[in-house]
């Protein structure tokens, strides 16, 4: 498959906003927000993410662009989940 055709073009980055991490693929689409809170009692209260656990999970996010595409497939998914083989 030609990267051009690709439907998200590597390659993917992360940006920060004031209460997120903003993963965005090659054309600047917006793929995943991961919110986070600083201060603890509203993290707490709101179950939220703290800074760096929402930043591992956005690099994580970005690295799936370089994943063999098998990989993805072999992932089980959940019932009635709309499905695409790119």
Known sequence: ??????R???PWS???SSACFI???GDKQA??????E????RR???KLLTRDEAFLIAVNIAKLQSVPRQILKDIPR???TASRDD
Do not use: H, K
């Open 14 to 16: 992360i940006e920060e």
């Open 38 to 41: 600083g201060e603890p009692g």
């Open 44 to 46: 707490s209260s709101a």
């Open 23 to 25: 993963v965005r693929d």
């Open 8 to 10: 998200f073009p590597p």
């Open 78 to 80: 959940p019932p009635n």
């Open 31 to 36: 793929l995943a927000y991961i919110y986070y």
């Open 1 to 6: 498959m030609s990267t051009s055709s690709r």
